[in-house]
């Protein structure tokens, strides 16, 4: 069940102009902050600890989901429910990045007189050594960094510093040069990898036992990992809101106990008992209905950002043939996946998911339709039948992949299923020379909202590697790569969006995948909690800020 | 149990001409709760090896057919296989879906009946497998005993020092993206040939050492020294002077060895290193159906139930017959 984020081992900077995003959609309520009892203490649970709990390293739902309330950026984002919360906004800088007129000056101050958790002051200096950190501590988020100049150096060990970060310790300056236009910068600042961290934490390994002082409303005071961590308020968090900070939510509770619990059922009990508060992961399917039913005053489904499809290896048979794709497309159904999933699917047919810039619906496969798909298959008549399905053992996908496999062979397709484990798969379905791969299950969950952030890494041709691949439906549609680039040195305006939804539009005219659902996640509280102020952010999940009891 | 020592008093007329085999035999008639589980056995077996019938004429679907968004019409009303919240039909007096549906909307009973003839046709193969190794491996070391007993025995030494578990997760996980492939034999990772030659394998230790043990006692008889004043070779000796007198020993090891193995591979499905999906075997349903306790118990429940009864009546059945065949047993003839 887990929705462990692949390490992106594409560049996400590209050539770009502008200030890069701008607001993403429209406000809706504020639900993290203000009013109702505050103090207590809360226990959550998650089925998997996070990976690191150090903001440089972690990779995970988990990970930040904990650390985007410990540790704060230069730029954050909004603590807000919906579309306004993928906001970019100032955290510990005083303002939105300054950017010079070719795009790859960016200058940014931090505000004054802020302090860590344990008293140390924050510099701006620190910043570059987050910067640091994320190559020498071989971080799966330093390709984002990659772009800024001399950090390649860096990262080789030419250079002992990377000569585009300039900052003053005495002014809170702050600049950084790119190597190209970047118009996904902002959203690559607001990132926990680029939150700044005091130069007394390790530089080249990880900190998870021993976690840095904390920027945000919470301090990590105790971590027993992989079981335990215990966060309680920042008592240094007043000195960043008296600073300005006003976009990062303070707490209300005043101590957060997370415990790792393997067993969804046992978590899903607990909250119903009041024993535990609040559980990161939805219930399985089999205690869904009842926790719908009976517990509907302190349980909601939220959205997520995210899409769920079936590759195909465009570069070879039987999928180098668009008719064949086209009928896969056609061929699948929808609503037997969301049934899979227990009801949390929005069925989908496009690469946007619902709440990323750039979305908007169309369907060009109507179905399920397997007369249609049958026929296209007939006219395009694959010489080569016997195909590979892969998908990994997590007890959603194995079913995932089960049904692919069963469709696959109605179709007249000879499929072999092939289920292996969920820590290896993305590596083995990611190294180009692994034989077989023809088609199996993959997802995708955003890094930061920016559409480039799904098409580039999945889709373009440049991005075709031999080891680590993300785009394994191996497309190559230079055109579209040439749009892609086009796209993203431009700022997100309304016709930009647009834009990128006809970009979606053109991949799936070539059906280079057979996009199935958008997952939902949930908010199951206990009793004790104050269900109204909880909310789930679309970017870093549950927003620990908006707890409170009642 | 029947009351002992009646045989020794028999008259020796009545036992005169009946050959041990068929003395066994009438011990085995006389226990009738070992007799009643072989039975068992039997119609377990056949109800496994009906599956393609019931799938045809009855079920109208295979075990691997997927019907999520079908529905079928119970007490008069039209009911989702699987409901939009992702649960499926239970039990019900129907042709269709007797044993209910499963997550991905097949039938049950027809998966039930295939994952026995799955459950079953590893646990025998894997059982000749094992006994075949055992044997030779147990006479040669006995029989030649110096560096070719301590060479096997470290061998054997060596597979005994995993737990069996362990060995076969180690095995299952490894080979089952890669196949494996021996000199021209090639075996694709989906085989059911991988779990067999696992269990198998891992197996062989337990057998093969009471086989070198009795061969190491049965070669210094007098029999064999009179095979061996005859002229008889070693490979004859083996074969035909010591071989029958384990035998009855290997067909008891046997028989209780198919039940340990079926159970080996219910644990190795489950943990997802045995029998690969969406192939299904008990314990690959038990795997598919745990997640859905609350809502489907059926889906273990009934899986569960037949890995008790096949492995019950197995071992049942086998205790029986280690006690028909060993004379040493206290079960006897009655007159």
Not at chain 1, 208 to 231: E, K, W
Not at chain 1, 447 to 466: A, S
Not at chain 2, 164 to 180: D, R, S
Not at chain 2, 309 to 328: C, E, H, Q, W
């Amino acid at each position: 069940m887990r929705r462990l984020r692949r390490i992106v081992t594409i560049l996400a900077a590209t050539a770009v102009t502008g200030a890069g995003v701008a607001g993403c959609g429209g406000t809706k309520s504020i639900t993290g902050a203000g009013g109702g009892a505050k103090g207590g203490e809360v226990n959550v649970t998650m089925t998997s600890f996070p990976d690191y709990v150090d903001p440089q390293l972690s990779y995970t739902v988990e990970g930040w989901e904990v650390l985007w309330n410990v540790y704060t950026p230069l730029l954050t984002y909004r603590h807000q429910k919906g579309d306004a919360g993928v906001d970019v906004v100032p955290g510990l800088a005083k303002d939105m990045p300054q950017v010079s007129e070719d795009g790859k000056t960016y200058k940014l101050t931090l505000r004054p007189n802020m302090k860590y958790s344990d008293g140390t002051p924050i510099k701006a200096s620190d910043f570059t050594y987050a910067i640091k950190r994320l190559f020498k501590a071989n971080s799966g988020g330093s390709v984002f960094y990659e772009g800024i100049v001399g950090a390649k150096d860096f990262a080789e060990g030419k250079s002992d510093t990377i000569t585009g970060i300039t900052t003053d310790d005495n002014t809170g300056d702050i600049t950084i040069a790119l190597e190209r236009p970047n118009g996904t910068f902002n959203n690559i600042l607001g990132l926990m990898f680029a939150a700044p961290v005091p130069p007394t934490t390790p530089l080249d390994k990880e900190s998870t036992n021993n976690p840095p002082p904390a920027s945000g409303p919470f301090v990590i005071t105790r971590v027993d990992a992989p079981n335990t961590l215990t966060m309680e308020r920042n008592p240094q968090f007043n000195t960043v809101k008296d600073a300005g900070a006003t976009e990062v939510a303070d707490a209300q509770v005043d101590k957060i106990l997370v415990s790792q619990n393997k067993n969804n059922s046992a978590q899903v009990t607990g909250v119903q008992q009041n024993t535990i508060d609040f559980m990161s992961d939805p219930p399985d399917a089999d205690r869904l209905p009842e926790v719908k039913a009976k517990f509907s005053d302190r349980f909601r489904m939220e959205d997520s950002i995210n899409t769920y499809y079936f590759w195909m290896n465009t570069q070879k048979a039987p999928f180098n043939d668009l008719k064949v794709r086209q009928a896969i497309n056609y061929a699948i159904d929808p609503e037997a996946l969301n049934r899979v999933f227990g009801g949390r699917l929005h069925p989908t047919q496009q690469i946007l998911p619902p709440g990323m810039p750039g979305y908007d619906e169309y369907k060009l496969y109507p179905g399920p339709d397997m007369e249609k798909a049958k026929q296209l298959l007939a006219e395009a008549n694959p010489a080569d039948k016997d195909i590979t399905v892969w998908t990994d053992d997590e007890p959603d996908r194995k079913r995932i992949g089960e049904y692919y496999h069963d469709l696959l062979n109605q179709l007249g397709f000879n499929a072999e299923l092939k289920v292996i484990a969920g820590d290896v798969y993305f590596t083995t379905i990611g190294n180009t020379s692994t034989p077989d791969l023809d088609t199996g299950f993959t997802d995708w969950f955003q890094d930061f909202p920016h559409p480039d952030d799904f098409f580039r890494p999945l889709l373009n041709g440049e991005n075709i590697l031999p080891t680590n691949n993300s785009n394994f439906s191996q497309v190559k549609i230079p055109a579209n790569d040439a749009t892609m680039d086009k796209l993203v040195e431009q700022q997100l305006t309304d016709d930009v969006r647009k834009q990128y939804a006809e970009l979606d539009k053109s991949y799936m005219e070539q059906a280079v995948w057979a996009p199935y659902g958008n997952e939902q996640f949930t908010t199951f509280l206990s009793d004790r909690m104050n269900f109204d102020k909880s909310y789930r952010h679309l970017l870093f999940s549950q927003d620990y800020t908006s707890f409170a009891l009642k | 149990m029947a009351a002992p020592t009646t045989e020794d008093a028999a008259p020796t007329a009545d036992v005169e001409g009946r050959s041990p085999w068929h003395l066994a035999w009438a011990r085995l008639r006389r226990n009738r709760i070992a007799i009643g589980f072989g039975v068992l056995f039997l119609l377990i077996a056949v109800f496994c090896l009906a599956a393609p019938l019931w799938a045809e004429y009855v079920a109208h679907t295979g075990p691997n057919q997927n019907h999520i968004t079908d529905k079928i019409t119970i007490d008069g009303r039209l009911t989702n296989v699987v409901s939009t919240d992702g649960i499926p039909i239970g039990p019900g007096l129907r042709g269709r879906y007797l044993l209910g549906a499963d997550q991905n909307g097949r039938d049950v009973m027809v998966r039930l009946m295939y994952g026995g003839r799955t459950s079953i046709y590893i646990g025998v193969l894997a059982a000749v497998i094992t006994t075949v190794l055992a044997v030779v491996v147990g006479m040669l070391a006995g029989y030649y005993r110096g560096w070719v007993d301590a060479v096997l025995s470290r061998i054997l030494d060596v597979i005994w020092a995993f737990p069996v578990l362990l060995l076969g997760i180690a095995l299952g996980t490894t080979l089952a993206l890669g196949g494996l492939s021996i000199g021209g034999l090639q075996i694709t990772g989906n085989s059911l040939w991988i779990p067999i030659l696992i269990i198998g394998l891992v197996y062989v230790p337990y057998m093969a050492r009471p086989v070198r043990g009795e061969i190491l006692a049965l070669r210094e008889k007098e029999f064999v020294e009179a095979a061996v004043a005859q002229g008889k070779g070693p490979l004859r000796i083996m074969v035909s002077e010591l071989l029958p007198n384990i035998i009855s020993t290997v067909i008891v090891f046997c028989t209780l060895n198919i039940a340990n193995n079926m159970l080996l591979e219910s644990a190795l499905s489950f943990l997802g290193a045995g029998v690969r999906p969406p192939n299904a075997s008990w314990g690959t349903m038990i795997a598919d159906g745990y997640q859905t306790i609350y809502t489907a118990p059926h889906l273990t429940i009934v899986p569960g139930l037949m890995i008790v009864l096949t492995v019950l009546s197995l071992n049942v059945f086998g205790d029986g017959l280690r006690d028909a065949l060993d004379p040493r047993a206290t079960i006897r003839l009655e007159r």
